[in-house]
């Protein structure tokens, strides 16, 4: 019995161990420690800009005390405080020597807003410019825009991965306090049509499951749609043997309960859950992670992550360059599984989909024992390939910044180990 679990416990560290990358830094720990800044703190997480800016190296947090938040806090939707706090990050270290050293006195530098792909123009660039007095001022680069923010103080450094300055008033890009539309107006199939996905989007509109995407949207959901490309692709299992509800979970398969930005896919180190999991089959998504390319594994294929369609808080979409493949509906090795894992109590539907459309039957469920393929490598040098990923822009440093990292690695292996051994126990 015990034994039997072995090769999971070993599949689980090897997944564990490949994607651990080095974390040089965590922005929510260190603002832990400054009760002052803890209204900014609990808006990076909200908008889960804090796993962006520790996915990055060579970075500057500008940071705004309780009171100066208050111009943003409850006045405007999460999309909007998220676009003006990725203003506030900037793709360069800056420390207060450094901000007193500025060639000519003045630079432009890039944000983390201009890798979202929703900044036109300069509108993701900040001016920092050296004053008289010793005075830093820091504005919108976008002409005509004045210096309204000021550096006051130092908060914490680590050289020259992340520093983190004090500012004085938040950055104001022209437009940037528009609220976008907000999730219950997207037009989610006039988005993927444009993004080449029509397939896809037929798919989700005869099986209803469009309505289950909406539904979900409200809370926070993050689809991914595989381009038209990935439907023609060779060897692909052919669609149309699915039974209805079965096509309904591999729709569902293909998106996520939550708001799951680019950054926070990338700090994913345990397989996620997908709109298709429920408590008797898993139908979940391990995410491996090199440099800016992020792959999906299911079990059965890898899936390079290609384009942001849409970022915008509490909706995610991204384009997928191949479909993905559950191992419950299309593992290899359908044998009778050896019932070592009491099944746990029939959930007729999955949970977060309480729409009244399509009955979902719980799909044949072989015991999810097929162990999930060892992750596979995405293809070389080729970043995901939106100017959304960040791979376009100045940050090319934070490229390529996989590393080992031992104590991190020991400790994510013990932890996993334990976490094994605690599922054997229950
Ligand atoms: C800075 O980040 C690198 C990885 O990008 C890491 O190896 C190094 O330990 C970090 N430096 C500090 C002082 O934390
Ligand atoms: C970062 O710190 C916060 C608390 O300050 C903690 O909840 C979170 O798990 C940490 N993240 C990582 C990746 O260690
Ligand atoms: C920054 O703004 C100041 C004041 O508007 C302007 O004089 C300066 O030229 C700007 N710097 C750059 C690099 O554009
Ligand atoms: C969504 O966009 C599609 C394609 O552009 C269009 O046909 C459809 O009418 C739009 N739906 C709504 C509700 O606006």
Do not use: W
């Amino acid at each position: 019995m015990a034994a039997s679990h072995i090769p999971l416990l070993f599949l689980l560290s090897v997944s564990l161990l490949s994607i651990t990358t080095t974390t040089a830094h965590n922005i929510s720990a260190i603002l832990d420690g400054y009760p002052e800044y803890s209204l900014y703190n609990s808006y990076l997480s909200q908008t889960k800009l804090n796993d962006e800016i520790n996915s990055r190296t060579t970075i500057t947090c500008l940071v705004l005390n309780n009171g100066a938040m208050s111009a943003l806090a409850g006045k405007h939707p999460l999309s909007v405080i998220k676009k003006a706090l990725s203003l506030l990050v900037l793709l360069d270290y800056y420390d207060a020597s450094k901000l007193h050293d500025i060639s000519k006195g003045t630079t432009l530098t890039t944000t983390l807003y201009q890798t979202t792909g929703n900044a036109p123009g300069n509108l993701g660039f900040v001016n920092v410019t050296d004053l008289k007095g010793g005075k830093v001022g820091f504005g919108s680069a976008a002409p005509g825009s004045k210096l309204d923010s000021s550096y006051s103080k130092s908060v914490k450094q680590i050289p020259y991965n992340i520093s983190v300055l004090e500012i004085d008033a938040p950055i104001i890009a022209p437009g940037i306090l528009v609220a976008p539309a907000p999730a219950s107006d997207v037009n989610i199939t006039g988005l993927l049509e444009k993004a080449g996905c029509k397939t896809f989007v037929s798919l989700i509109t005869s099986s209803g499951v469009l309505k289950i995407y909406e539904t979900a949207a409200e809370k926070g959901l993050t689809v991914f749609a595989p381009s038209d490309e990935a439907f023609k692709a060779p060897g692909i299992p052919d669609l149309t043997k699915l039974s209805n509800a079965e096509v309904v979970t591999l729709l569902q398969y293909h998106a996520l309960p939550g708001y799951t930005p680019i950054g926070t896919l990338k700090s994913s180190k345990a397989p996620i859950s997908t709109l298709a999991s429920n408590g008797a089959s898993k139908y979940d998504l391990t995410v491996t992670t090199a440099g800016d390319s992020v792959t999906l594994d299911t079990g059965v294929d890898a899936s390079r992550v290609s384009g942001t369609v849409l970022d915008s808080t509490p909706l995610c979409i991204f384009t997928v360059d191949s479909l993905l493949l559950p191992t419950e509906l299309f593992g290899k090795s359908p044998s009778p599984a050896p019932s070592v894992v009491p099944e746990a109590a029939p959930s007729p539907t999955p949970v977060l989909s309480p729409s009244p459309t399509p009955e979902i039957s719980s799909a044949p469920s072989p015991l999810p024992l097929s162990p999930p393929a060892p992750p596979t490598p995405s293809p070389e040098g080729s970043p995901a390939g939106s100017p959304d990923s960040g791979a376009a822009t100045a940050d090319s440093k934070s490229a390529g910044n996989v590393e080992f990292n031992a104590p991190t690695l020991i400790k994510t292996t013990l932890l996993a180990a334990s976490a094994g051994l605690l599922a054997l126990v229950l």
